[in-house]
């Protein structure tokens, strides 16, 4: 972001597709599994389904996962031949509009396999998931139901192709609730020796235990880091800047930002930035987030509002504390984890949260 390229809005979010591509095929390499998919659900964590998709295709990513039925009508226009399923299974009535798209359903209730196999039998064999829960307690059938399900003629009418789980705490390493997954897993796999398995999220890649058919990281390819408390292996993918509208020195005392929150211990010089909540930064940020100015990291001074941002930059050099200069808000060593962190949440929720109202710049 420089003064000499004016943009529509202060914030401006560059992604890096390499980037993107580079995750998918280390995490391909690390998962050890005959394929590896790539989850895009929302809007391909905050990076966009209609940008991520084709360059993860281009990469050879031939499956897709989301969470809704919008999502996969964006992702099927934008990968027209992959293998697309929908994580949240399907509400009733709305079997014909998957088919129509050819989209597949990720079955989680007897109701919801009995439709879609009765939709079968009226309109010719589609595929879906099945998927089980050993652990989360959220969706998909018990372990025990799925047992009892196995020798049901309805499977057969289902048109199942994939069974799949979802991991508690993959990241936590040695959970023990992982490997009672992972067993667990195992028993139901053994009734349904005929279709391919799916356990492994993005952490779940680095484990032996989960490994199977497919992998399905997501979080990862985007940057996030699938095994805190070590380095991070993926590249990062997103970087957040937003422009300094204005820069003013403060007397020992002052304060800033709504609520006076924030009062100067001594003379300070404040930087304001054209970003804030409503462009999915976190309020939660306040007293704790920090940008980088000149290679310097800077505090928030005060509260985030809807649409500025105010940073003590007493410490960064002087030469860059102009109008227009670029202050980074994710990137240069404030990673997702650490935003996360500062914002009182994880990396997840900032990067699913990034606004529609950034100038996106995608690199490739």
């Not at 996969?72 to 299974?89: C, D, F, Q, S």
């Not at 997103?238 to 930002?257: F, K, M």
């Not at 007493?314 to 200069?325: F, I, K, S």
Request: net charge neutral.
């Amino acid at each position: 972001m420089t003064e000499s390229h004016p943009i529509g809005h202060g914030g401006r979010l560059t992604i890096d597709l390499a980037a993107l591509r580079a995750n998918w095929r280390h995490l391909a390499d690390v998962a050890e599994c005959p394929e590896t998919a790539a989850v895009i659900k929302a809007d391909a964590y905050g990076c966009g389904i209609a940008r991520a998709a084709p360059a993860l295709w281009a990469e050879g990513c031939r499956t897709f996962f989301v969470a809704h039925l919008s999502e996969g009508l964006t992702a099927r226009k934008a990968a027209p031949e992959a293998a697309i399923y929908v994580l949240n299974g399907f509400p009733p009535g709305t079997a014909q509009a998957y088919r129509d798209a050819d989209l597949r359903p990720v079955l989680g209730s007897r109701e919801e396999v009995a439709e879609w196999a009765a939709r079968n039998r009226a309109g010719g064999m589609r595929p879906a998931a099945l998927h089980v829960d050993t652990g989360m307690n959220r969706l998909g059938l018990s372990v025990p139901e799925a047992l009892a399900l196995a020798s049901d003629p309805m499977m057969a009418e289902a048109g199942l192709d994939l069974l799949m789980s979802h991991l508690v705490s993959a990241e936590v390493e040695h959970d023990p609730l992982t490997d009672h997954q992972a067993s667990e897993f195992d028993r139901v796999r053994a009734a349904y020796p005929h279709l391919r398995a799916s356990l492994a999220n993005s952490s779940g890649d680095f484990l032996a235990s989960c490994r199977a058919d497919l992998a399905r990281p997501g979080y990862a390819l985007y940057g996030g880091n699938p095994r805190p408390g070590r380095g991070n292996p993926m590249r990062p993918v997103v970087r957040l800047e937003a422009g300094i509208l204005q820069v003013r020195d403060v007397d020992a005392g002052a304060t800033a930002g709504y609520n006076a929150r924030w009062t100067a211990r001594g003379p300070r010089r404040l930087a304001t930035l054209s970003l804030g909540y409503a462009d999915g930064y976190p309020r939660s940020s306040t007293g704790r987030g920090e940008a980088v100015v000149g290679g310097v990291r800077c505090p928030f001074a005060g509260n985030v509002s809807m649409d500025l941002i105010i940073l003590d930059v007493t410490g960064a050099p002087e030469e860059v504390l102009r109008r227009g200069a670029p202050a980074t808000l994710i990137g240069d060593g404030l990673d997702l984890d650490t935003v996360g962190r500062n914002a009182g949440t994880i990396g997840y929720e900032i990067l699913t949260g990034l606004g529609r109202r950034y100038e996106r710049v995608y690199r490739d």
